[in-house]
């Protein structure tokens, strides 16, 4: 079993930026893919980023390409999720999620997930 506990979530202005924490336990992630996703009031879960075991292979889902950062460390069993120049449209409940595959692949069910960590962007 793999544990999951987001951090880093919190109230930010429009363009300002937050770093979310993904931190696990239990298992080790290193030959896990890992994921954030995100679910705003009154709409489905989505996807954000994924990285792959080894953080060779990385994907965003087209409205955070080039704002979020998707990273992980290892040795530290975290994974991390850098967002710049927020949107209002970015505020949700973020979620990080452990694959027991060592790459992601769309529309792939995540095994493992954490708690939340809510993002309000204030326009």
């Known amino acids: 079993q793999v544990q999951l506990v987001e951090s880093g979530g919190g109230l930010v202005q429009a363009g300002g930026s937050l770093r979310l924490s993904c931190a696990a336990s239990?298992?080790?992630?290193?030959?896990?893919?890992m994921g954030w996703f995100r679910q705003a009031p009154g709409k489905e879960r989505e996807f954000v980023a994924a990285i792959s075991w080894s953080g060779g292979n990385i994907y965003y889902a087209d409205s955070v390409k080039g704002r979020f950062t998707i990273s992980r460390e290892n040795a530290k069993n975290t994974m991390f999720l850098q967002m710049n120049s927020l949107k209002p449209e970015d505020t949700a409940v973020y979620y990080c999620?452990?694959?027991?595959?060592?790459?992601?692949?769309?529309?792939?069910?995540?095994?493992?997930w954490g708690q939340g960590t809510q993002v309000t962007v204030s326009s």
């Open positions: 999620a452990a694959l027991d595959s060592p790459f992601h692949k769309p529309g792939a069910r995540y095994d493992y």
């Open positions: 239990g298992r080790t992630i290193s030959s896990y893919a």
